[in-house]
């Protein structure tokens, strides 16, 4: 089945340092892959998403590559900010098993000033 | 756009009654919409998948009976946790999405936290 790998966290940066949480998938056929995060006590939100092959999704500072080759969806951006801290979640959906996400375990970023 | 509310965003019951906690798509019809429950550092667990007008589809080991899915409306799903017990205690949260036009993205509400005392 449909799987989604995400490094373990925590993760601690200091300020405008350079991130990147890797996602590695197991998918049959052509999953969509996202990327989302969630501030404390909060739900999640949609960072970005990618729906085929080579294509880069990016949103306030962050960008992932959907990668078929390696299978793979890393996460990175190039310069964190306090407010950044946050649990990022990569997870995939294929309309094989009815467009149901998959989440990775989660990655804590804690970000210092 | 795309937004998703919940209510209420956290409720605290005693053993044995039951809560009801109510997800809305905003600004946009879901023709499905998915509930997930989410325990203390840990990822999301999806319990069941609603579409509307239909009986929602649990997922394997999630009580049916006691986690009850509507999904009357275009933009209102309801969970009904009945007979809550202190193990019931969780974050629940919703997504909605308007799978069928080609939009497959899940945008989620902001969650609800019950504790059953």
């Known amino acids: 089945g449909n799987s989604v790998t995400q490094m373990e966290g925590p993760v601690t940066l200091s300020e405008e340092a350079f991130l990147t949480i890797n996602c590695t998938y197991t998918?049959?056929?052509?999953?969509?892959l996202f990327w989302y995060v969630q501030y404390p006590g909060e739900g999640l939100q949609l960072l970005l998403k990618?729906?085929?092959?080579?294509d880069k999704g990016s949103n306030k500072g962050f960008e992932a590559t959907y990668r078929k080759e390696t299978t793979s969806f890393h996460l990175e951006k190039g310069s964190v900010q306090v407010s950044d801290s946050a649990v990022y979640f990569c997870a995939l959906s294929s309309w094989e098993y009815g467009n149901k996400l998959v989440f990775g375990a989660g990655t804590i970023l804690r970000v210092k000033s | 756009g795309a937004v998703v509310s919940q209510h209420p965003s956290r409720v605290i019951c005693k053993s044995g009654t039951s809560v009801k906690i109510e997800c809305r798509s905003l600004?946009?019809?879901?023709?499905?919409m998915f509930w997930y429950r989410q325990f203390p550092k840990q990822s999301l667990m999806l319990m069941a998948t609603?579409?509307?007008?239909?009986?929602?589809?649990?997922e394997q080991g999630v009580e049916k009976d006691k986690f009850l899915i509507n999904h009357a409306s275009l933009t209102l799903s309801t969970l009904t946790v009945t007979s809550a017990h202190p193990e019931d205690s969780s974050f629940y949260i919703c997504?909605?999405?308007?799978?069928?036009?080609?939009?497959?993205?899940?945008?989620f509400g902001p969650g609800t936290r019950l504790l059953v005392l």
């Open positions: 609603s579409n509307e007008g239909s009986k929602a589809t649990y």
């Open positions: 990618a729906t085929k092959a080579d």
């Open positions: 600004d946009f019809q879901a023709t499905t």
């Open positions: 998918a049959t056929g052509y999953p969509s």
């Open positions: 997504s909605a999405s308007q799978y069928g036009t080609g939009e497959e993205t899940q945008y």
